[in-house]
């Protein structure tokens, strides 16, 4: 599967331990970090890793992933948007207590 990539692109992929995030930037918004991926975009690569102990449950990785890239997404100060929130329990257990 061959897909262009534009400016502000962010392509997420899944990884035994963690998350890999790369972003696409155009001229004005490269840093020194990153590689040339074609004339004028630059490509970052963001690395989320979870703990060993806390792979199984612990989704801290994922949602340091989505507040770093979508941080207009959520709810603020004076905007709404998405809340999220780590449970310890599924709501089966939760249900039975």
């Not at 992929?13 to 074609?38: A, H």
């Not at 806390?54 to 994922?62: G, I, T, W």
């Amino acid at each position: 599967m061959k897909f262009e990539l534009e400016d502000n692109d962010v392509v997420i992929r899944r990884v035994t331990n963690g998350w890999i995030v790369k972003t696409v930037l155009t001229g004005d918004s490269i840093t020194d970090s990153g590689f040339e991926f074609e004339e004028g975009l630059r490509v970052l690569t963001h690395v989320y890793e979870e703990t060993d102990e806390a792979q199984a449950r612990d989704h801290s990785a994922f949602v340091r992933l989505l507040s770093d890239h979508f941080s207009e997404c959520f709810r603020s100060k004076y905007s709404g948007g998405i809340v999220m929130r780590i449970e310890p329990q599924g709501w089966d257990i939760r249900e039975r207590e």
